[in-house]
């Protein structure tokens, strides 16, 4: 891991008045360079050369860095470039994903915004129920081994990969027989978590804890649009017979939704929760967005059974703000200008390292 | 009940130039006292010591009354300090849940914005019916006896509760199979409505009457999200086989939705029924938000369930306007808003007393 | 099919400086007006007597026209009157499907915003296979005949009629069965087309092609909110035993959605290969909005299985702007106010012909 006062170094010799904020062009870097523009930052995606001329023909992005493959970000030369132009990173699920939370913490020398800790409390599942229960947050109850299954289950794979190779199994040969089936490495496949399927309602509460302002945002909420089941689910069961498709819960997309206001005290106690948990775990704790991943039961209880300690595609939605950023901006505020208001503020009070890491 | 006169008595004491806005924290309270500053109002909001922090948090609420229950708004001092303070109230569905029906006609002489004779012709099912036939909306087949069920039914209860108990049944045996099971009292379980289930597309349709500019205004319309159902069928059959899992309707969010514009000219046709049969039902009639709860069957027929004859929760995806409101206003117009609107408009034409009781 | 050297003659006459936008009241009129409205134009809705109050009752709306049926906007003095007011028509699907693409095509002497001769590469689903192979753009496997269908097929009949009759099958006998008792005629039920049904997420991509910026926006993504499958499948499979209720698709209203990012390169390719395709299939091809109705599987393929060659109904979610016009346009952006916006532009740089027949 790289210590905080060497990245602190790094951003001791940025240029505050002409930073340049960057991410790798995919999940929501659309989103966070509009937003870092409309703040009046400069803005970089950094992409490898099939998606170059993509990312070139928007307004809002000024440069587009093609790169050959995207761990090539840790390269020497990469980030010397990045640091001179007084780049700050935006992490995200896609950005995780490609370069490694390993890689991230041990190699990328560039300021990144929000606390690098994080991804070990997210990615080690034994750490994140600990971050849970600390926080008071329900999860789902968990099996060790497929031999205990005693209900429906949802099987998952660590990682940030939106879903794939998900199953649902009802007892133990089901669970064989279907995890013979996915195309995941054995690695992978050996590293599953046995899930509690809840039944309810999803919602995928987009906060933002700001630590210049010491609060704890609502920003948004959605819920995820997933290939095949959402459309698996729409034809009628009778025309399924003889079929036994299987589910798949790849995320595609996400749709819009709010929640019943009698809900959002808790919803805020659980944001509130994490932050409050996540300081005393990994102090500072977490800064800039994340995403609980929650159903609402029938008896209107949250069980959460994921965190993203970071920006999450859901926000995607909200360009123009949401239900929730317009009660408290009376600006569109996207997660993504959230993000880089709060650079702003930082730099402005000379707290830029407070939210860097 | 209160006679109009005596409420007007009470609201001819006001100083029209600083009324403040004032709701029950809970249901839409959000978005109505966000609408209501936004409209210049001084904004109130009253709520139990629990929910009490979470509503000071908000910027637009410059007061936050905290009351024992919320049944204690009917406290002769709790009344005599809001009507001091000029305060109109805006009824929501957990205000009428909470309060009831019965101690609001009776016992609540703080103003209130809308006719609060609705309330008798909502809660009263045979009122209810007798308004929709004088409109000429078409409602579902309802059963008095469970022995006459001869196809999918939903069965009901009455009250705002948010679906709570609601459950579907093809016959008598499921019928009584099924109410056992429920977790509601006697008294309620006795007052159940068996309604046929419609299939097709659920629409809940916002309105809003305006008796200052006599015009009925389609705000916007939303799909509910319940739980358990929404969550239940998009587990695929062949692995629910097994698990007879009762299908649950609490409300517990909103999804955004518009409709078809051949079928619009007809959905205002409903809203302005609803209005006109209101005003020969009860004088002055509806006044202000309004929703109908519709289904739109596959040959595009709009079969209406229920009314609710103030404001929804499901407008809380507006704050920043519908596409509907859109037509309308140049400006963000929520329903919430739109309320604090009409006070105003009622005020600058000294005609505030017709639109509240 | 009218020659383009005859439109353009008609509108040579025009009076560039008061230029009215105008089209048949229903499908996405209020959206086309409004946009116009807002870009500075003349608005007008042409109706039936049935629809003339509710046209009537917008701001954004000029002038109600009222015919005695739609096919009376090809009547002489109709069409006589439209050009002496200097009128561009902008058809929609409702557009197309009352006139007809024949009428269209050879009887409707009043400048048409986009290119007619699409209308032809539509309507004909050889041309339309054409087409989308041109483009590189996969399609589901079709079915010349009943006795072929070896997995779950959707069955589909032409025209702009909203997915009425529309069924699902498995097999020739399913087929045969199903077919004898759907509400067509036989004419039309001879048209039928046998796609295999593709399991996935839905998404209807919106698209802009600009023939004077030289450019193709993606405007919005939608989900078609259809009855009554939309109803059907939220009844849980155990109560639906004993009824088999046929399922249907019609499109009776849209829900909002986005993609991943990292699909929206491919979602891009898909729009500029379909426009590229046009151009060389019919030049100057394909001008202003079209919808592909795709599905994306689990793999992350997206399946075409339609093309809309004009403003599509979904649309109507977004009147403020979608996620994806704010991307493009700092100002509420909807397709009906870009198609105003596309006019005004060829009309200030004398290019007017170009995006009209």
């Not at 132009?85 to 390993?102: A, M, R």
């Not at 497929?146 to 669970?175: H, M, Q, T, W």
């Not at 029938?298 to 949401?322: H, P």
């Not at 505020?333 to 702003?344: F, L, P, V």
Request: aromatic share 10%; glycine share 8%.
């Amino acid at each position: 891991m790289i210590p905080k006062k060497e990245i602190d170094k790094v951003l001791a010799g940025y240029e505050n008045d002409s930073i340049t904020i960057g991410t790798i062009g995919s999940h929501s870097a659309l989103q966070i360079l509009k937003g870092a523009k409309d703040e009046g930052f400069d803005t970089l995606a950094i992409c490898t050369k099939d998606r170059a001329e993509f990312y070139k023909d928007w307004n809002f992005i000024d440069n587009v860095l093609v790169i050959g493959s995207y761990k090539d970000i840790l390269k020497k030369n990469v980030q010397e470039k990045l640091i001179k132009d007084n780049v700050i990173l935006i992490p995200h699920g896609s950005f995780v994903e490609y370069v490694t939370p390993k890689s991230i913490e041990e190699k990328l020398y560039t300021p990144l915004f929000g606390n690098r800790s994080v991804l070990h409390w997210e990615s080690d599942r034994r750490k994140g129920r600990e971050w849970f229960n600390l926080a008071g947050i329900k999860i789902p109850k968990e099996f060790s081994h497929p031999s205990e299954i005693d209900r429906i289950v949802i099987v998952k794979f660590p990682g940030a990969k939106g879903g794939r190779g998900y199953f649902l199994a009802r007892n133990e040969g089901e669970f064989n027989k279907k995890i013979k089936g996915i195309k995941l490495t054995m690695k992978e496949k050996n590293n599953f978590t046995i899930q509690e399927y809840i039944i309810g309602t999803r919602f995928y509460l987009q906060f933002f804890y700001s630590p210049i302002i010491k609060k704890v945002e609502l920003l948004g909420i959605d819920i995820r649009y997933e290939s095949n089941i959402d459309g698996l689910v729409r034809i009628p069961s009778y025309l399924l017979a003889g079929y036994e498709i299987e589910p798949g819960y790849v995320v595609t997309g996400n749709i819009p939704v709010v929640v019943r206001e009698s809900l959002l005290p808790r919803i805020m106690e659980i944001g509130n929760n994490i932050v409050g948990a996540s300081k005393r775990l990994f102090p500072p704790g977490i800064i800039g967005p994340f995403c609980m991943e929650t159903v609402c039961t029938e008896d209107m209880n949250f069980v959460s059974f994921e965190i993203s300690a970071r920006i999450v595609a859901g926000t995607n939605l909200y360009l123009q703000g949401s239900p929730y950023s317009q009660l408290l901006y009376d600006e569109p505020m996207s997660t993504g200008r959230r993000i880089a208001r709060e650079i702003k503020m930082a730099v402005d009070i000379g707290k830029l390292a407070e939210v860097i890491y």
